[in-house]
């Protein structure tokens, strides 16, 4: 362990949250969320359950942490865990099996998070709690097999609202206006 309390050899994940603190995940030891605070200098540990793998601050002020085995987190900023939406075998997107690489808030649909899985795209309803699957259409010209939303690393939306997602198999093009996807 080092002298300031980090008591791992490797880092997985990193965010500064607006706040100037610094979010770190770590992949050998258990806790591996860490808040450190630069002011004063020092790790606080925050029982998390594996490796973080994406962050996401809401405009409400509070942080929600995609892992990679146990489910998806919402904290305030001082690092109290608020909710916690543990994998749940009967939900494929909080499922043990579909670790959360992303996670995107579209600014006109603010109580939705778009989780880009390992397997899939899931849209989480912030109210309820619950997640539901991303419903599109293919374009004509491509074989829905195709399309796979295999391990999505990042979304991000473009111009007129077309989104982009940073999948494994290549990136993917998603067009809200006539809800086709095209690679």
Known sequence: ESSNGYADKSAWMAYTSADGVFWLTASETTPNLYRVDPSLKSFENRVAGNKALSFHEAKEGFLWIGFEETGLKKY????????????????????????????????????????????????????????????????????????????????????????????????????????????
């Open 76 to 183: 305030d900023l001082s690092g109290k865990p608020l909710n916690i939406f543990t994998h749940n075998l009967h939900d494929p997107f909080l499922n043990a099996n579909n670790p959360i690489f992303s996670i995107f808030e579209d600014q006109q649909q603010q109580d939705t998070l778009w989780l880009g899985t390992g397997t899939s795209i899931g849209l989480f309803n912030k109210k309820s709690g619950f997640a539901s699957p991303f419903v599109y259409k293919e374009n004509n010209n491509i074989d829905a097999s195709e399309i796979a939303f295999a391990e999505t690393h990042q979304i991000i939306k473009g111009k007129a609202g077309v989104r982009w997602f940073a999948t494994l198999d290549g990136l993917i093009q998603y067009d809200p206006k006539n809800n086709l996807v095209k690679k």
